[in-house]
């Protein structure tokens, strides 16, 4: 690919023009050439994936089948091409018919086929497979409109649709009509034995066709494409002409709204029973027809399901997917024959799952009656697995009571993340301290029945595509330094041998102030605030959840604004505080705090009082680019979850590979971060998991006596009572000191943190003003992010949990 002469593309370019546009390049839009663009790209991975899928099918290569609720894609086109080694060719052939590479890159939005660190860490590790050549394929759902586009008006989130497909987002996905299948809703089950076993027919059912698209994933330097399936749901009878001949127009077109309504949006708001239904026909409707799919090729390929588990892996990313086990089973009975225990063995062979939460609200359940309405055999089949799995419980401890806690189904639920752990070989949590929190509490029970099957994979990055393609001047610094193998192996150690050499750090300093005016441009445009470059640009970029305390952030910042309205002269380094994050729609608390970060920045940006000293900037609509724009400038990087309940995150480990230093809790992937830098390279601060889990079980948390004695605390909670901007934030301090609705204060402990957190970022002033220690810390970050990459990751589950060989 890297030998593809501009002169090629050119031709080809002009080519797409002509045949799909009927224009040549002088007369295309941007839009147009960026299309055609795309599409040369498109023909290139295709054809680069023929010879790969004849390589593993020729080889027998074993595979592996990502199911993920979501991937959080981010932009294709610039990604493909640094993979490709094809961004100068491709460059100078837009420049020769006079346009601009990053214009057109500009005009590409963001899939929107995923949310959060769940979707992110689902592409990277699709990015990374292909880049180490292990065949794979993932699976989700093609939606309509993604979760949403964020806007904020008057401190308020507002929900728009992310229209991402008619924008151009749909120039990457490849239609493939052939690989069309059925899922089947509701109606009634018979059961009929006969000489040929028992026959499982369904009656008064609804049908819905699940369509397939493609969407090809380079690799980097490697001979692999792989591919995500993404699914569309339509109806079988898109129109009723009885109907509407009849003059209920609204009714004819009403099995093609129902049906569309499954592939509409990304977590619809589960508040109501239509959410919820809605949430479950979807999560049914992704695995159906993906299990389908797999068992599909795997017999064009083998003569039975037998050998099933040795030529494929199923993997289950969070419980989102885990009715594909009970499906599976269901193919595996009624379209198969196999027998109950036979299938069940196969199956236990194939499937693994990873574990993302320990948030009891994320473990998924679902209410029973629910599930028997819309999925009747798959209930009758869950009702089985409940069983067997049930007598093993108590042959294994004797105890009702344990017997119950880990049970399938119990007081009216069925337990998502209980039958993955009775189903899958393997079950793995994504960091060190989360790994452990799965064995000696949250699955402690399962743990103790088959402890083999826990395992731990901490999670990792596209380091390629946060450092060499977001941070082209640092990448490039690097390059001169330790040479150019580090885009492939990660492997950036080197780079200590620099950290007392004060040339290097000074220009290390003067990369990440280009960064920092960059992003200071961006935030002048887009907001109209203007922010200094000398400032330290502290970030908190994450969803928007209690447990992740942006509010801890904001206590921080009011406390800093009110000491510098007793002194404007105070001695402190000025500070520009970056938020972005998306709050479920349905999350009124977490709206609330957008609202009072939002009221902060009205009042604290305006106050001449205070010299400029303190800024803050809410960017809306936090995606993957513009995390591209905020992760190469960001000096501190917020990671400040209550200890115990962050199962790893990835955030952490982007801004560490960009010379970010960590203000973080002992939490999820911070407590390797820690280890790989050392103490004298992070700020750590707060309570850690046992004192958390010991102060919460004691039952002794008073919010009031921090509220009581310790002057500072008062005065914020006093200060956002009275108001911040004419908006008071009565609910936030309430819930804070005494409860909502007879809950209990303060869940996530931010009283309990907050003198911990002042004194970290006191510190942390200090440690700024020693630019030459600052810079010093930056690079051994830099250096020891390796250890993160997804690269990494990848390798550890193809050889310990899906037995994978890469093609290399």
């Known amino acids: 690919m890297k030998n593809t002469a501009t002169t090629d593309i050119q031709q080809s370019i002009e080519s797409k023009l002509l045949r799909y546009q009927g224009i040549s390049a002088k007369d295309a839009t941007p839009k147009q050439m960026y299309e055609a663009v795309c599409l040369v790209i498109r023909d290139l991975l295709s054809q680069k994936r023929l010879n790969y899928k004849r390589d593993i099918r020729g080889k027998g290569y074993k595979q592996v089948y990502y199911m993920s609720m979501e991937f959080l894609m981010g932009r294709s086109l610039k990604n493909h091409l640094f993979n490709l080694g094809l961004t100068d060719q491709v460059s100078q052939a837009v420049e020769n018919m006079g346009f601009n590479l990053d214009d057109l890159a500009e005009l590409e939005p963001d899939a929107g086929l995923g949310n959060g660190g769940l979707g992110r860490l689902a592409s990277a590790y699709m990015d990374a497979l292909t880049s180490e050549s292990y065949p794979a394929c993932g699976f989700s759902i093609r939606y309509d409109y993604g979760l949403f586009r964020q806007r904020i008006v008057d401190g308020w989130q507002v929900e728009m649709p992310d229209d991402w497909l008619n924008e151009g987002g749909d120039v990457w996905l490849v239609p493939r009509p052939e690989e069309t299948f059925e899922v089947s809703f509701g109606g009634q089950v018979h059961e009929q034995w006969t000489n040929e076993g028992l026959k499982i027919t369904t009656e008064g059912n609804t049908t819905v066709l699940a369509l397939a698209y493609d969407m090809h994933i380079s690799g980097y330097d490697t001979p692999a494409v792989n591919r995500i399936r993404f699914w569309a749901a339509k109806a079988p009878l898109a129109f009723d002409m009885a109907l509407f001949s009849k003059g209920e127009y609204l009714k004819a077109s009403e099995n093609k709204a129902l049906a569309e309504s499954i592939s509409k949006v990304l977590y619809p708001a589960d508040n109501h029973i239509e959410g919820k239904t809605l949430r479950l026909k979807q999560q049914y409707f992704f695995v159906s027809e993906s299990v389908q799919s797999i068992l599909k090729n795997h017999l064009k390929f083998n003569p039975s399901l037998d050998n099933l588990a040795d030529m494929v892996a199923i993997h289950v990313n969070d419980t989102h997917p885990t009715l594909c086990i009970p499906e599976l089973m269901r193919i595996m009975l009624d379209d198969y024959g196999y027998s109950w225990d036979k299938a069940w063995e196969i199956i236990k062979k194939t499937i693994s799952y990873t574990n993302h939460t320990v948030m009891a609200e994320a473990l998924e359940k679902w209410p029973e009656h629910l599930v028997r309405d819309l999925l009747p055999r798959i209930y009758q089949i869950i009702c089985e697995m409940n069983r067997r799995y049930c007598a093993e419980l108590w042959q294994a401890f004797g105890d009702w009571e344990k017997v119950s806690k880990n ?62 393609e977001a941070n082209p001047q640092l990448s490039d610094l690097i390059k001169s330094l330790i040479g150019d193998d580090f885009v492939r192996s990660a492997n950036l150690e080197p780079l200590l041998e620099y950290k007392g050499n004060k040339q290097v750090l000074t220009r290390l300093g003067e990369i990440k102030r280009a960064n920092k005016v960059a992003l200071a441009n961006y935030i002048g445009e887009t907001t109209g605030i203007a922010v200094s470059p000398d400032s ?30 007793d002194n404007p002269d105070l001695d402190v380094v000025p500070r520009t505080f970056i938020f972005g994050a998306k709050a479920a729609s349905s999350y009124y608390v977490a709206k609330l705090i957008i609202r009072l970060i939002y009221m902060m920045a009205k009042v604290i940006n305006n106050d001449a009082d205070i010299k400029g000293k303190i800024k803050i900037v809410f960017l809306e609509n936090y995606r993957v680019t513009l995390a591209e724009k905020i992760m190469p400038a960001s000096e501190v990087s917020e990671q400040i979850s209550i200890a115990g309940k962050e199962a790893s995150g990835t955030g952490n480990m982007k801004f560490m590979i960009n010379g970010a230093i960590t203000m973080g809790t002992m939490d999820g992937a911070n407590v390797e971060i820690c280890q790989e830098v050392g103490e004298e390279n992070i700020f750590i601060f707060g309570l850690r998991t046992p004192e958390v889990n010991e102060l919460k079980a004691s039952g002794l948390y008073q919010p009031t006596s921090y509220y009581n004695n310790d002057l500072d605390i008062k005065r914020i909670i006093d200060y956002m009572r009275a108001g911040i901007g004419g908006v008071s934030f009565a609910e936030l301090a309430d819930l804070l000191v005494f409860g909502k609705n007879g809950g209990v204060a303060d869940p996530y402990l931010c009283l309990a943190d907050f003198r911990s957190y002042v004194n970290a970022h006191n510190e942390l002033d200090r440690a700024y003003r020693d630019v030459e220690r600052w810079n010093r810390m930056s690079l051994v970050n830099i250096a020891k992010s390796g250890f993160f990459a997804a690269d990494r990751s990848v390798k550890e589950y193809s050889t310990r949990i899906w037995d994978l060989k890469s093609m290399k």
């Open 407 to 468: 049970s399938i189904i119990s007081y009216g639920e069925i337990r998502m993340a209980n039958l993955c752990l009775y189903a899958s070989h393997t079950i793995n949590g994504v960091s060190a301290l989360h790994s452990d929190i799965l064995k000696d509490d949250l699955f402690a029970d399962a743990y103790s029945m088959a402890p083999h099957k826990f395992t731990n994979v901490t999670n990792g990055i596209t380091h390629r595509r946060w450092l060499c």
């Open 536 to 565: 330290i640009f502290d970030v908190q970029v994450k969803r928007l959840h209690e447990y992740k305390r942006q509010l801890l952030n904001a206590l921080h910042i009011l406390d800093l604004y009110l000491k510098l309205k």
